[in-house]
Structures are given as C-alpha cells and as structure tokens.
C-alpha cells in the first residue's frame, strides 16, 4: 500500500488579473517549497551509504521469498529454520548465529496461538509445562514455551493454531541479621512499633529465583520469617532477588505471611504463578521485579491479563517501573513518536516493487531517517507499534546500521500479515567478541532506523534496554509494569539527602534515579483487545488513553543479607518496599479494599519531582505513617 502526501496544487481562478497578479508568488512559493522538499529529501537519503541502501534491499529481497509457514516465524528463525534443512543463506549468512540448542537438539521457541489438543499433541514439538502443570488444551490465545528440532520449525508454524513464532525474548530482572534503610526512609519504624505490622495479610513476591539454601539461611539468621512459604517446584534459577525482595517486605511489615514463585521461566509461567499466588495461596498483595522484552506497549499482553484476573478479584499488583533510564535525567533510551517519512519519496525500493519509507527522527524542518545509539544495547533494540496483537496487518521493519551508515550490522524483518504481533527486534549475537562474530554486535554509535515494508503510519515505540538514544523521549515503562491495574514503582535513594537515616521529606533533596523508567504509558486498546479509539492510533491525534505511570516512588539502595544486594539498588527494590506499607496499611484496616488501599497510598505521598503528579515519580513517595493514620480513621466508616 502507497503512502499519500499533500502537495501544492493552487485552484483554478476564473479571473484572469488574479492569475496574472498571483502567479509569480504562487511560482515563487511553489518554486520554494519544491526546494525544500528536494533538500529534505536529499538530505535524508545522504545520511544512508549506497552500500547500506543496497544490503537492505536484499534483506527485502530475501523476505520476499518467505512462505506461508515462514511469514509466522521471526527473520532469525526463518534464517536457521533453512541452515538446519541445508538451504544456503547467500548473503544473509553474515546475519546467522547458529541458535542454542539442549543436550536433545531442540531449540526452545515461544509460540504464539491457540492450545488446541491438535497443536499440544503434535510430533512436531513438545510443550514445556506452565507452573508445574501440562499446558491446558483450549482455545483462549496464548504464548506456549516449545521445544523443536531446527529442522521442524517450518512444520511447527505451519500448523493452523500457531499465529507466530519467535525466539524467547530476553527478560530481567530490574537490579540495579540487617534491616533495610526504607524501613526508616518510608517511615514504617514509626508504625510497627505501634503493633500495625502486617499481620493477617499474605504477600506474594515475584522474581528471579529463592533457592532453598539461601530461603533456609535468612530463616535462621531472622531476616525472613518461618512461615515463608516457595510455591513447589517454583524457587527458579537465578541470583536469589526474589529472596532478597522478600527481606525488605519482611523488613517494612514483619508480620506477613511471605510466599515466593519465579517469573523467570517463561512470560506464561509467569502469569500462571500470578495467578496462583491469588487463588490457590490467597495472597492479599503481589509483587514482582521482571520485564520480558516482547510484552505488547499499546495493550495488554498475557502478564498484564493476569494482573487483571488477580485484581478484579481483589488484590492489590505492585511492579518496578524498570530501570530503562527517563527523559529529564538525561538518560532517555526510548524513542516514542507517529511514523513519519523522512523525505516525501521511498528511500529503498523492494523486490516487487513496493515503496519501503524510513522514520523520520527528527524535524520535518531538518529530517534524520535514523536515530544514534549513544551507548552501546547490550540487550538489543525492540520496536513495538499500535496495531493490536495477532492481528498486526503494517508490516514494520527494525534495522541496525554502523556508526557511518555504510552497513547493515543487523536487522528485523519479520511478515507482519494480519495474524502476527507488532513486534521486531535485533538481539545481541553471542558470538560477539570471538574470532569469527556473527549476527548483531552492538556499539556505541549504530544507527537505529524503522522502515514502513508495507501499510500505513502507526504510533511506534523504540526501546534500547537501559542503553541512550540522540533523539530520546519519555515513555521507558511499558507492559505489564505499565499496567493500568499495576501499581507501577519508581525509585529513589534511601540517602538520596546525604543527611543518613531519616524519612522522606521530599522536593530537590529526593529525586528518583537516573535509571528509573519515566512515564506516562499511552495505550490504544482495551483489555478484550478492542480499540478504545477505533480509527485513532496515533500520538498526535490524541487516540488511545494516557495512563499515569509511574504511580508513586520508594526506596532503593538499601541493605539486605542476600548475597549481591548489598546494597540493593533498582526499582527492584522500590516495589517490595511498596508492598510492605500496603500490608501495613491492610493490617490496619482488613476491610480496605484494593481500591481503597492504592487511593490511600496516593493520596499521602510525599512530593519529590516536578511539582504535582508527574512522568517520573507519580505521586511521589510513599510513606507508611500517614498512609496508616488514614486507613484507621477509615475504621469507624
């Protein structure tokens, strides 16, 4: 599908004195702005070496060649889907890493589709269990962990209930005899003394790992209580923050009842331990530290559902922004905006024909068809766009250029044809650093461009993962930590004032982090997957609904006995801190609802941004005495 353009094209007169008096100004004007045009155009085109122009066209080239069963499968598969079945890549070589594989073979891959009994019960692949269960075999859209020979990918997406199919996205945590300083900073040292400790309320951590050994040691040395409870096969593989995250709950409301599950296993393990920490274990609170890459920006994916489950049933959800940099420290990663063209004609033409546009970056006084890594992306550059999922019918393309513009260093391309998510990425090579690299390795200085292969302008998100972007905006937080049901955490220094400790009083003494993910989250689709503007998907028209994210600011830095988080730095830490003053204020007053319980804790914060309710700290920081105070004088109501 072409893109149309307004041009200057002044109405017939029917006087002829007009056409005479106007028409060496309307020339004049004409002449002008066709000038302007033809240099913003040259100007874009020159910032892309020919070399560069022409190795994009034959990645377009290469996806023209794609097949059915291959327009659901991510370039990358697509690329080791036929070095497994001996196709010879040509000049996509370059681009291949052989995939890892298990001590079997097979490659894990995230399948995107529908359970069915046909799909779980094909010789095609095997299917991991999800939270210590067989994956139930229904037909409510979901993502599915896989295992499959290289050679079968091509069988496996052909199968009519897989929509997409795509390599695990990267996920992490957000890191950056002792109590933690929030316990003085977020004033819960003058609540729990006073007998309001969290008793009779059960809060649930989400994160990395627990591991037996490290659960034991901080029960015996007393910085988690006998009681806690690692739901059966769920303690993970990690560095022990989710024990970690239990100690300063435990710390803030050292009379609730703690219980840990992981989130690292995969995004629909994940939202199956949310959902079991409230129905099974009657968790009142959860809490979690974890972004997966992939979740959908403009909607809820499947974490974001589940956190919608839990709380229509009564919980309250607590999440870390993440810690992805924001706009007004300077550390801005993201780039949030409408697609633009840069320069009014293609840039790169493809196989058949089809006109392939380049954002513009910039101004259109002065359009840049790129955007410039500032650090290097260790995680990679994910770019997301406001079509709904599975039924993204624009086809975007994400591609990764050298410091000069001359080559291609990496790219996403992945068919966008009505069933799939609005997702592309360039991950990392792990070859990288080695005597024969291959695939993408990052550096300061590449160049990020997004190109429209086919369709129409949408809202885009670009996000490096706590790398730094020329041309930054706000917007870091997204997905389920950007929920409109997440209580989403920004972070703030325990001894941000260098006075040691003492509560938060807020304003220029106690600013969030550098590294904590700014706001707001602008989104375009209801939980069901309708629009909520139908026809409006775009920034500047105003579509969609803007939620305030973050929602408030608490503690970081702080001490803990687990290994490696001494000190405990990151919005990590922020939300167990959170946690900890709603099961205070939940003790308190065990008839409050979650509803009342997140309005109590916005409505007794402490200011420390910009003034009022802001992108960066949200309401500001909590504090347990006054959010306490409210909820007892609730009692009598």
Not at 369 to 382: H, I, M
Request: proline share 6%.
């Amino acid at each position: 599908m072409r893109l149309a353009f307004p041009r200057v094209n002044p109405r017939r007169s029917a006087s002829r004195s007009m056409l005479l008096g106007c028409g060496l100004l309307l020339a004049a004007a004409g002449s002008l702005l066709a000038q302007a045009q033809n240099q913003a155009q040259t100007q874009a085109q020159n910032q892309i070496a020919p070399s560069a122009l022409r190795e994009m066209q034959a990645i377009y080239a290469f996806k023209a060649t794609f097949t059915p069963a291959e327009q659901k499968m991510s370039s990358t598969l697509v690329l080791a889907s036929r070095a497994a079945s001996g196709r010879p890549l040509g000049a996509m070589a370059r681009f291949y890493t052989a995939p890892a594989r298990d001590a079997q073979g097979l490659l894990a891959v995230d399948v995107l589709g529908f359970a069915s009994a046909a799909l779980l019960q094909s010789d095609v692949a095997s299917f991991d269990a999800v939270a210590g269960q067989p994956p139930p075999a229904n037909y409510r859209r979901t993502h599915l962990r896989a295992r499959v020979r290289p050679a079968d990918l091509a069988r496996l997406a052909a199968l009519p209930d897989v929509t997409s199919l795509r390599e695990p996205a990267p996920r992490r945590t957000n890191v950056g005899s002792i109590t933690s300083q929030g316990y003085v900073a977020e004033g819960a040292n003058k609540v729990v003394p006073a007998g309001i400790n969290g008793s009779g309320v059960k809060v649930g951590v989400l994160s990395d790992s627990a591991s037996a050994a490290r659960v034991a040691a901080l029960i015996a040395s007393g910085d988690l209580p006998a009681n806690t409870v690692v739901l059966p096969g769920q303690a993970g593989n990690g560095e022990d923050e989710g024990a970690a995250m239990m100690e300063i709950v435990h710390d803030m409301a050292p009379g609730a009842q703690l219980y840990f599950a992981t989130a690292f296993t995969s995004e629909a393990s994940f939202a199956a331990n949310i959902e079991a920490l409230r129905f099974t274990y009657g968790c009142d609170i959860i809490v979690d530290d974890i972004s997966y890459f992939d979740e959908s920006v403009f909607e809820d994916g499947l974490i974001a559902q589940a956190v919608n489950a839990v709380t229509a049933n009564g919980a309250l959800y607590f999440s870390s922004a993440a810690n992805s940099g924001n706009l007004d420290s300077g550390t801005s990663g993201t780039w949030e905006g409408d697609f633009t063209p840069a320069g009014t004609n293609p840039l790169v033409t493809a196989l058949e024909g089809t006109p392939v546009l380049l954002n513009n970056f910039s101004t259109a006084a002065s359009p840049q068809s790129y955007d410039t890594l500032t650090s290097s992306p260790t995680s990679g550059v994910y770019l997301h766009w406001s079509d709904a999922n599975a039924a993204s019918s624009n086809d975007y393309d994400l591609f990764i250029l050298d410091s000069t513009g001359t080559v291609v260093k990496g790219f996403g391309a992945n068919s966008q044809t009505g069933t799939q998510d609005p997702f592309e990425f360039v991950q990392p090579s792990s070859t990288c650093g080695t005597t024969t690299p291959t695939g993408y390795c990052p550096a300061a200085g590449d160049r990020v461009l997004v190109a429209l292969y086919n369709g129409v302008p949408r809202a885009l998100h670009v996000d490096t993962e706590r790398a730094t972007l020329a041309f930054g905006t706000s917007g870091a937080t997204f997905g389920h930590n950007a929920g409109a049901n997440t209580f989403s955490m920004a972070a703030t220094y325990w001894n941000a004032a260098h006075t040691g400790a003492r509560i938060f009083t807020g304003g220029a003494a106690d600013p969030v982090e550098t590294f904590s993910s700014d706001g707001p989250r602008k989104i375009f689709y209801n939980p069901d997957g309708s629009a909520i503007t139908p026809g409006n998907y775009l920034f500047t028209t105003n579509g969609g609904t803007t939620l305030q994210k973050p929602d408030a600011t608490g503690a970081d830095g702080v001490s803990t006995a687990t290994p490696g988080f001494l000190p405990f730095f990151g919005t990590s830490a922020a939300g167990p801190h959170a946690a900890g003053i709603a099961a205070l204020i939940k003790s308190a007053n065990p008839a409050l609802t979650n509803t009342q319980i997140r309005t109590i804790l916005t409505s007794t914060t402490v200011d420390n941004m910009a003034p009022g309710v802001d992108r960066d700290s949200g309401y500001g920081l909590l504090l347990a005495p006054p959010a306490v105070a409210l909820a007892q004088s609730l009692l009598s109501h």
